[in-house]
């Protein structure tokens, strides 16, 4: 299986902060590399696919980045619906394997 | 944008069979693939399969010959059935839908269902 190993785990940040997400896979997944966000008690919810493609209805501030085994989800100015868990997924090759997810919160 | 909600029992005995379903609505049933995911705090986001109108699958060989996905092309449901199930199977189970645009992504989700193993 694929493992993904995202950094930090969890990220204490300010609205208004430029922040960055780092999810590096353990084998060549290509772009093929999706960002989610979830809240707590809720579903994740897709906000970039193929690495760098963001999902219509999603706010500018985020973008993705990268390419085979190293990626990025930066969030250039925190806004307070931002605080949250966000996950990098492969879709490279089954089995999908997710990263165990970095905390945002508030400083 | 597909809606999807999970149904099913929040408690299972260990070694029984969890079985789970899914109703979708929105979306054509051939535009996607039909899948399940779990999330426990142990193990966090674990794929478990999915499932295609054309009779495509695929199974998350972790669970070996546990589980089984399948779809009710009449009814716009999908089910899940994992058998011999231990408390390491408690966790939140989702259903969702799979955009495959070339890079597959999970596009849509439902809420989640807690399923607890425990007798």
């Known amino acids: 299986d694929i493992q993904m190993t995202q950094s930090p785990s969890s990220l204490p940040a300010s609205v208004g902060d430029r922040v960055t997400i780092t999810c590096r896979a353990s084998?060549?997944?290509?772009?093929?590399l999706n960002w989610y966000q979830q809240k707590p008690g809720k579903a994740p919810k897709v906000l970039i696919f193929?690495?760098?493609k963001l999902l219509s209805g999603v706010p500018s501030r985020f973008s993705g980045s990268g390419s085979g085994t190293d990626f990025t989800l930066t969030i250039s100015s925190l806004q307070p619906e931002d605080f949250a868990t966000y996950y990098c997924?492969?879709?490279?090759?089954?089995?999908?394997?997710f990263g165990q997810g970095t905390r945002l919160e508030i400083k | 944008q597909v809606r999807l909600q999970e149904s099913g029992p929040g408690l299972v005995k260990p070694s029984e069979t969890l079985s789970l379903t899914c109703s979708f609505s929105?979306?054509?049933?051939?535009?996607?693939?039909w899948t399940w995911i779990r999330q426990s705090p142990g193990k966090g986001l674990e794929w478990l399969a999915y499932?295609?109108?054309?009779?495509?699958?695929n199974y998350n060989p972790s669970f070996k010959s546990r589980v089984t996905i399948s779809l009710d092309t009449s009814g716009s449901q999908f089910s899940l059935k994992l058998s011999s199930v231990t408390d390491a199977d408690t966790a939140v189970y989702y259903c969702?839908?799979?955009?495959?645009?070339?890079?597959?992504?999970?596009?849509?989700w439902g809420q989640g269902t807690r399923v607890t193993v425990s007798s």
């Open positions: 997924h492969q879709s490279y090759s089954t089995p999908y394997t």
């Open positions: 499932i295609h109108v054309s009779g495509v699958t």
């Open positions: 929105g979306g054509s049933i051939s535009s996607y693939y």
């Open positions: 969702a839908s799979i955009f495959w645009s070339g890079h597959p992504f999970i596009e849509s």
């Open positions: 084998e060549y997944v290509s772009s093929y």
């Open positions: 193929a690495a760098s």
